[in-house]
């Protein structure tokens, strides 16, 4: 069994897992995201925007585009302030030193060479101009005495030509360190063999299997492995306009020093020649890419051409992902991000946070809670409303239950008020069983009959009884909202939208029986239905038209005869509109006598019809508080005067009561 264990410890190996999303990782959560874009929708924004509002914040704890966006921003920053360009002079400069030293120490010690070739020596290396590009082309006929010297100047051009083809080939530095003639040689058939398949491309004559033995001859030199000859044309345009974009950033004069210097690779001016001929043919292969641009670099760490080749193709890539991340093109979706290109600029921890958002955004869109209109807008399907609707429902319940007892919202009126009373079950009936007088039953009609208890209770038809509960009485409600411009001015427009949907949540999912109307009144009102209440924009116009809202209401009352009216009035103003016989809208500021008076009798018309009147008067100002408290103690009814928070609570509290006068609800 030790020997098996051990067996198993060698054979077994664990990493981090690399197959692609994390099949351990939590679910996105739609709930908490829909309730973030409900509160958005109904503080004025469009789907569509609280879609990307939420997307640009993030959720919970997983930060979103904006913050990745930061990041992006910073690491591009970095790059650019962290580096300059002058690394490979300063490093031929450096080797160019190094050898004259080397060189003159050797001249000083060499005893059997003659004064006049000592002399002369001396001369021609004191003698170099000052251009690093200048002196390496004096000192190519120079005779060397000191091995470590020459071998030195040898390895500045070993390095022009390692960092011209790292330009263009990323990673051809570090595998050409000590080349020989033969690696260069294989260098030099690869860029024969490129420039003739990129020529028979060009002309429509390269075929895949053209592409596949220049691969299998040169594959090597391409460690990405592109699968066809577009994939490798693209790395190659990539690496070739960055390694022009760099160019382009340096100055004249580092530029004619690289240039000079460029010949010089490998000691002989081919290498230069072939990889201006392969430029020009990536270049009309690739017009499209960036090979005019330049960056201002501005750092103290020099990079060589071809670390700072590598470093431009990041940048690229980094302005890539910051136009993919703003999200700003048309059609743009988070499935845009190049996810790999996140983690190897930011680290896994970003491609994890973006899949993250866009499976919150799939989620969103492909569980029915959001849909594309046939204008094209995005939606908030009925589906959402009510998940929205139970979400603050569920916050209303806690309100109650903390404020007033521990009893839940959701079972409020589900089967009527139980009187306390059990009655003999009958075909049809939905009340709850009295277990405790059910199997009673059972037992003393068992231990009647004389039959054995041995068995158990066996329970019939004739042992169940239910509880009864009182009828309920059907409900005809009407919940006026005031939505005129000091509503959304004072930060009162979003509790009002939420009361709304909450209320109509309770009445539709609990209270099927009961008839709920919304009535939005500013200068006018309007009958609303709950996605267009949600989704309402403040405007600013002036004029609460009470009166035209209880001409609704009442309308609304009279077609429900057998049903109790519910009265709910949420305002934070005096009525200052009403309506004319002639349809026209009446305003005045402060409210004209005519006005009140036209909202009073119609307030009385609501009492006769029998309706039980709560208002929700919203804010300190003392008028409007005497105002409404007249108003509701002439028809008998009721005030509240919410908290804004609390104003969900208030208003579903009231249409639960004044239901049921005559019930105690015991919240």
């Known amino acids: 069994m030790a020997r098996a264990n051990r067996r198993l410890t060698r054979a077994s190996r664990y990493g981090k897992y690399a197959g692609g999303p994390d099949p351990l990782a939590p679910p996105v959560d739609v709930k908490d995201a829909l309730d973030a874009i409900g509160q958005d929708v109904m503080a004025g924004y469009s789907p569509e925007a609280s879609l990307r509002e939420l997307l640009r914040r993030g959720t919970g704890d997983r930060p979103g585009l904006d913050d990745l966006a930061r990041r992006v921003a910073e690491r591009r920053r970095e790059l650019a302030t ?269 491609s994890v946070d973006a899949r993250t958002l866009q499976q919150l955004e799939k989620a969103l869109r492909d569980s029915g809670t959001m849909k594309r209109a046939s204008d094209g807008t995005l939606k908030m399907t009925p589906k959402a409303m009510r998940l929205l609707g139970r979400s603050l429902l569920r916050d209303v319940a806690k309100r109650l239950s903390g404020r007033q007892g521990d009893r839940d919202v959701r079972q409020a009126g589900s089967a009527g008020e139980l009187s306390g009373a059990t009655r003999e079950w009958s075909f049809g009936d939905t009340e709850p069983w009295d277990v405790t007088r059910t199997i009673t039953n059972a037992i003393l009609r068992t231990a009647g009959g004389g039959q054995t208890t041995g068995r158990g209770v066996r329970i019939e038809i004739g042992d169940v009884e239910v509880q009864e509960t009182e009828a309920r009485t059907q409900a005809c409600v009407a919940l006026l909202v005031d939505t005129s411009f000091s509503m959304a001015m004072d930060g009162r427009w979003l509790p009002m939208k939420r009361t709304a949907l909450a209320l109509h949540t309770l009445v539709t999912s609990r209270f099927r029986g009961d008839d709920l109307q919304l009535i939005a009144f500013g200068r006018q009102a309007e009958v609303m239905e709950i996605e267009k209440l949600t989704g309402l924009e403040a405007e600013y116009e002036k004029g609460t038209n009470l009166h035209h809202a209880l001409l609704l209401a009442n309308r609304h009352f009279r077609r429900h005869p057998n049903a109790q009216p519910v009265l709910l009035i949420v305002t934070d103003g005096e009525p200052t509109s009403h309506l004319e016989s002639s349809g026209e809208v009446f305003f005045d500021y402060p409210p004209h006598p005519l006005t009140v008076a036209y909202a009073i009798r119609e307030l009385e018309n609501s009492m006769r019809l029998g309706a039980a009147t709560t208002f929700f008067r919203l804010g300190d100002d003392p008028g409007l508080a005497r105002f409404i408290d007249s108003m509701a103690k002439r028809v008998g009814g009721h005030v509240v005067s919410p908290e804004l928070d609390d104003l969900g609570a208030a208003v579903v509290d009231s249409y639960l009561g004044s239901r049921r006068p005559e019930t105690s609800f015991g919240w």
């Open 82 to 350: 962290k580096h300059n360009l002058d690394g490979t002079l300063q490093e031929v400069k450096r080797l160019l030193d190094k050898a004259v030293l080397e060189e003159r120490k050797q001249l000083a010690r060499d005893v059997d060479l003659d004064d006049d070739s000592r002399a002369l020596a001396e001369m021609q290396l004191g003698g170099l101009p000052p251009s690093a590009a200048a002196a390496v082309r004096e000192l190519n006929d120079y005779t060397w005495r000191s091995t470590e010297a020459r071998q030195d100047f040898e390895r500045i051009k070993d390095l022009l030509g390692r960092e011209l083809l790292d330009a263009r080939f990323a990673g051809m530095k570090r595998a050409l360190e000590n080349a020989d003639d033969e690696d260069r040689a294989a260098i030099a058939a690869m860029l024969a063999d490129l420039t003739r398949l990129l020529d028979a491309h060009a002309s429509g004559d390269a075929d895949h299997k053209q592409f596949d033995e220049f691969m299998s001859t040169h594959g090597e030199f391409f460690p990405e492995n592109p699968r066809t000859i577009d994939e490798l044309i693209d790395r190659l345009a990539e690496r070739a306009a960055a390694a022009a974009r760099m160019r382009n950033s340096l100055t004249q004069e580092q530029r004619d020093e690289l240039d000079a210097l460029a010949s010089q690779a490998f000691g002989s001016p081919e290498l230069m020649s072939s990889l201006a001929q392969l430029d020009g043919q990536l270049q009309a292969l690739r017009p499209g890419a960036d090979w005019h641009g330049s960056e201002s670099m501005t750092g103290s760490e020099g990079l060589g051409l071809g670390d700072g080749t590598g470093v431009f193709q990041d940048i690229a890539e980094l302005d890539e992902l910051s136009e993919q991340l703003a999200q700003g093109y048309g059609g743009s979706r988070l499935d845009d991000l190049d996810l790999d290109a996140l983690s190897r600029q930011l680290g896994e921890d970003a």
